[in-house]
């Protein structure tokens, strides 16, 4: 069952379901399946760095050792900063009521790469007046954490004129561009040019 986060505009809350929306989604999928001359399916194995040892599919995993060599379980790890001294955890977005105050315009919406899209729906079950910003085109910008950690993503929800909105969980993008005004400008030396035409290339 989808997960829900819950909401806060102006002086109303509401629950929205996220379904997330995948290339496998969009597009369908094909699965490869690779057999042998007897037509058997194959397994997958790793070779292990002997050369001679093949690991079967699900016989490696990840794992986290002290300093001291000793295993660490995944819950007794805590985040330090440079000094050692211990984080504290934000909250997952889940468990909280997320407020929209923030908002932005298009083109600071276009300079963050999305690496996550969800369908929230045709907004039945949301504040009727934020589905009409929304449709009119105004975005909201808030933070995201699936699970409580250090830092969140920025997050954002738009629509269209259908009344279907979106939330897309993204990262700034780290791109320069060039224009005219930057392009280098050349300038040739005629004398120069010319001692360059009486070159003698049967010499190299």
């Not at 379904?19 to 496998?24: A, L, P, Q």
């Amino acid at each position: 069952m989808p997960r829900a986060l819950k909401f806060k505009y102006g002086g109303s809350e509401f629950e929205c379901e996220l379904n997330k929306i995948d290339r496998r989604k969009l597009y369908g999928s094909v699965d490869v399946e690779t057999r042998d001359i007897d037509g058997n399916r194959c397994g997958l194995a790793t070779l292990a760095n002997d050369g001679k040892t093949l690991i079967p599919y699900g016989g490696t995993a990840l794992g986290y050792i002290s300093s001291d060599g000793e295993w660490v379980e995944r819950g007794e790890l805590k985040p330090v900063n440079l000094s050692g001294e211990e984080l504290p955890l934000l909250p997952s977005s889940f468990d909280i009521t997320i407020e929209l105050e923030q908002t932005v315009t298009l083109e600071e919406f276009l300079n963050y790469s999305s690496r996550l899209v969800y369908l929230i729906g045709a907004g039945e079950d949301m504040d009727p007046a934020i589905v009409k910003e929304i449709a009119d085109g105004k975005i909201f910008r808030f933070d995201f954490l699936y699970r409580e950690g250090i830092s969140a993503d920025p997050a954002f929800l738009l629509g269209s004129k259908d009344g279907m909105i979106w939330m897309m969980v993204g990262k700034p993008s780290s791109i320069d561009y060039v224009g005219l005004d930057q392009a280098a400008v050349c300038f040739v030396d005629q004398e120069e040019d010319e001692e360059v035409g009486d070159f003698d290339f049967e010499m190299l």
